[in-house]
Every structure is written in structure tokens, then in C-alpha cells.
């Protein structure tokens, strides 16, 4: 495996989409290329701090009026 | 590696007999699905549109289409992609209408390889939660996501912050699944990229 073909396999990687095999491919490569193990890190980590990031909050007041305007749009097509 | 699950074991999704209730013109059953997903809809609608009117204004469209509609959807998907699609085809739409002489689509701006090969290499260190207090990480990520092309930022979205599968998002966006993963990865990368500005392991004697 070269450092191109991890790349193509980065998202896969990280979506546990990978057999065995290939796995232990990325693993032997990011062993011997600092490059490579960078890139695998920090994709890990920037999927992870969106994930665990809410940023646009829907406070209760903003979720109340859009609920009764959705239900109010609703309710005058019936 | 989780289980891919077969049709055939899949359990009936609650969603279901509540859509069957509200077809029947049980309005409380449809209230409940309001209620379930009003939340993520606003959420996809603001992250596609990055203005917080437009995503009021497309949450209520996209849940009155969906009552309009209710006859026409044939359970063939999850209710929930169903009205994630109809979301995000009135957020284009409202983005369309906002930058008249420019096309917008969930096409744009994908054919280039700009940012998805990576140039950084630095490791981050320490991490960005521990680099930034939260308001400033929100900053900095909402800053970062709203600089991907509308069709980067979308698979994005919908993948890891709404954490949809990649054959729920392809269907929530009309793509194939291999096109929501080169997508998905070029997001990714570009995502990575933009963030090692802030996030990258300083080098010693190198300014802050």
C-alpha cells in the first residue's frame, strides 16, 4: 500500500467499512510514513469534534415557535 | 465492524404506524413526528443555508410539503430521509434564489481536488478541546464547515453530524453511494486541512 492508496481508503477506514486484510495494510503503512499517520490522526479527530459538537442550538423558545408555526401551516391546509 | 442488517430482519421502524395514523388524517400522530424531528430538520436547513431565518422559514416548508405529500410517500425509505430530503432540496433552493446569477446544486464546486490533498502534517497538540474553550471551538468549527462548496458541507452534514448512514444519505440527496463517499472523503479532508490552521502542534520557537 502506498500513502495514495490510504487515502482512498481513509473514509472506509473510519466508517469500519475494511476487511481484516486491509486494515493491517493501513496499520503496516502508517507504521513507516509519519505522513500518512498524521493524516489518518488528525481525519480522526477533526470527524470526531464535529460529532460531538452541537453548534447551532435550537433553544426551547426558537423550538416552541417553529413548532406552533409548523403546526399552524399544517392545521390551515387541512 | 457493525452488522449489515438484511431487509428481511429489519424491525419495523415506530415511525411507521405513526405516518399510517397521520395519512389517516390523525393530526396528533403527525404532531409527534413534528416533534421528533424538528430539531434535526432546522439543524440540516441552518448548516446547508448558514442563515438562521432561512432555516426557520425551510423547516416549516419542508414539514407542510411533507403533510401535503404524506400520500405520496411509500414507505420506501425511512420517514426521517424522506423529509431530511425534502429539507435539503428547499435549502438549495433558498441558496439558488439568494445568488441569482450563480447555480447552486449539490454538484458545485465538487469536481475539484482543491484542499482534499492533504499539506499539512502536523499532529494536534494538544487537543483542540483542550487548546480552546467550547464557545471558541464552536467558532472555529462553524467557521471552518461554512467555507466547504454547499455539496461538500451537505454529505458532511448529514453523514457525521447527523450521523445518517452513507445509503441514508445518498438517499436523502439523490446521489449513489459511491458518489456520497468520494464526496464524504474530499469533505473530510478539506475539513481536516482547514482545521490544522488552528488545531496544528506548534513548532518550539515558532510564534503562537
Redesign the interface.
Do not use: C
Given at each position: 500500500m502506498n500513502c495514495t492508496d490510504l487515502l482512498s481508503h481513509l473514509s472506509d477506514y473510519f466508517d469500519e467499512q475494511l476487511t481484516t486484510e486491509l486494515r493491517e495494510e493501513i496499520s503496516v503503512h502508517t507504521a513507516g510514513c509519519q505522513h500518512c499517520r498524521v493524516v489518518l490522526n488528525t481525519t480522526h479527530q477533526t470527524i470526531e469534534v464535529y460529532k460531538g459538537a452541537e453548534l447551532y442550538e435550537v433553544s426551547p423558545q426558537l423550538r416552541e415557535r417553529l413548532h406552533n408555526a409548523i403546526m399552524a401551516k399544517c392545521l390551515a391546509k387541512k | 465492524?457493525?452488522a449489515i442488517q438484511s431487509p428481511a430482519t429489519e424491525e419495523i421502524h415506530p415511525d411507521v404506524a405513526l405516518v399510517a395514523r397521520a395519512k389517516s388524517g390523525d393530526?396528533a400522530a403527525?404532531?409527534q413526528l413534528?416533534?421528533q424531528y424538528?430539531?434535526q430538520i432546522?439543524?440540516v436547513a441552518?448548516?446547508i443555508t448558514q442563515n438562521?431565518e432561512d432555516?426557520?422559514d425551510i423547516?416549516?416548508d419542508a414539514?407542510?410539503k411533507a403533510?401535503?405529500k404524506l400520500d405520496q410517500f411509500q414507505g420506501n425509505s425511512k420517514f426521517s430521509t424522506w423529509l431530511v430530503r425534502i429539507a435539503v432540496n428547499e435549502s438549495l433552493m433558498r441558496l439558488r434564489k439568494r445568488k441569482t446569477s450563480k447555480t447552486v446544486s449539490i454538484d458545485q464546486d465538487v469536481e475539484t481536488d482543491e484542499g482534499s490533498i492533504?499539506r499539512?502534517?502536523?499532529?494536534?497538540r494538544p487537543?483542540?478541546?483542550q487548546l480552546y474553550n467550547q464557545s471558541e471551538?464552536?467558532d472555529i468549527?462553524?467557521k471552518t464547515?461554512q467555507g466547504l462548496p454547499p455539496g461538500f458541507r451537505t454529505v458532511?452534514t448529514l453523514r457525521?453530524?447527523e450521523?445518517l448512514s452513507?445509503e441514508e444519505t445518498a438517499e436523502a440527496l439523490g446521489l449513489s453511494v459511491p458518489a456520497v463517499?468520494s464526496r464524504?472523503?474530499r469533505a473530510?479532508?478539506q475539513?481536516?486541512e482547514r482545521?490544522?490552521r488552528y488545531?496544528r502542534q506548534k513548532q518550539e520557537g515558532q510564534p503562537a
Open positions: - | 465492524m457493525p393530526t403527525f404532531e413534528v416533534r424538528e430539531r432546522f439543524r441552518q448548516h438562521r432555516a426557520e423547516t416549516q414539514f407542510l403533510y401535503e492533504p499539512d502534517f502536523a499532529e494536534w487537543n483542540p478541546e471551538l464552536g468549527l462553524r464547515i458532511f457525521d453530524i450521523n452513507t463517499k464524504l472523503l473530510r479532508l475539513l481536516r482545521l490544522s488545531f
